[in-house]
């Protein structure tokens, strides 16, 4: 295999893929994220909160779920395209932002909500104030998990017709071509690698400004 031959694939086909792919992990993360953050809220809320244990150890288990399996499901029900790809992708990715942010809730020192409602806050002000930047951490780093995820499982979504960079992988695969299968991993892989960097200095940043 050339590296000649492999930059020209990615030339010819790899910019407009990649777009798609960004397209894919982008959509499907903002909707995720704000689908999940309210589930996580609401979990940690009377009644549902007598149930918290229960719920983890759901999403701790759906999390579980091979990817493949998630967008397999949504194939009958909505066919195929860019539609099911994105919800199925969302789907996924929430598990793990909904978990963290039930998980980083839940963990709080009760002393210091105490001593926010001893000065008065309501239970909004409490929640915005105190709880959401004390947990934000941990929520964050329940994000950073689901990017990875949906960088990697939007490669499997090109079997329903979404594109994306999966189309090099699978046509690599049907071709018995390395070059076609490479080019795909190292641009999926490239992804993962760079928004995880980015997202882990968010973090460390949020870290640094609100503690834990």
Do not use: C, W
């Not at 998630?70 to 066919?79: D, K």
């Not at 926010?116 to 780093?141: C, H, R, T, Y």
Request: hydrophobic content about 55%; aromatic content about 6%.
């Amino acid at each position: 295999m050339g590296v000649e031959r492999l930059i020209i694939i990615i030339q010819e086909q790899g910019i407009s893929l990649l777009q798609r792919h960004l397209y894919l992990v982008f959509v499907s993360l903002f909707f995720a994220i704000i689908i999940a953050l309210p589930i996580g809220i609401l979990v940690t809320r009377p009644p549902f909160n007598r149930k918290v244990d229960q719920i983890l150890s759901f999403l701790n288990t759906a999390q579980g779920i091979p990817s493949l399996a998630v967008v397999a499901i949504f194939l009958p029900l909505m066919g195929v395209g860019v539609r099911p790809a994105i919800f199925a992708l969302s789907i996924y990715a929430l598990l793990p932002i909904a978990r963290n942010t039930v998980a980083a809730i839940k963990g709080l020192d009760p002393d210091v909500l105490e001593a926010a409602k001893g000065m008065g806050l309501s239970k909004k002000e409490v929640l915005l104030k105190v709880e959401l930047p004390l947990a934000m951490p941990i929520i964050v780093a329940g994000i950073q998990t689901a990017t990875i995820f949906t960088v990697g499982t939007a490669t499997i979504a090109h079997l329903i017709g979404a594109g994306g960079l999966g189309r090099l992988i699978f046509t690599g695969i049907a071709m018995n071509s390395p070059q076609f299968i490479l080019a795909g991993s190292l641009m999926a892989a490239a992804i993962a690698i760079t928004l995880d960097q980015l997202l882990g200095l968010f973090q460390r940043r949020v870290r640094r400004k609100y503690g834990g």
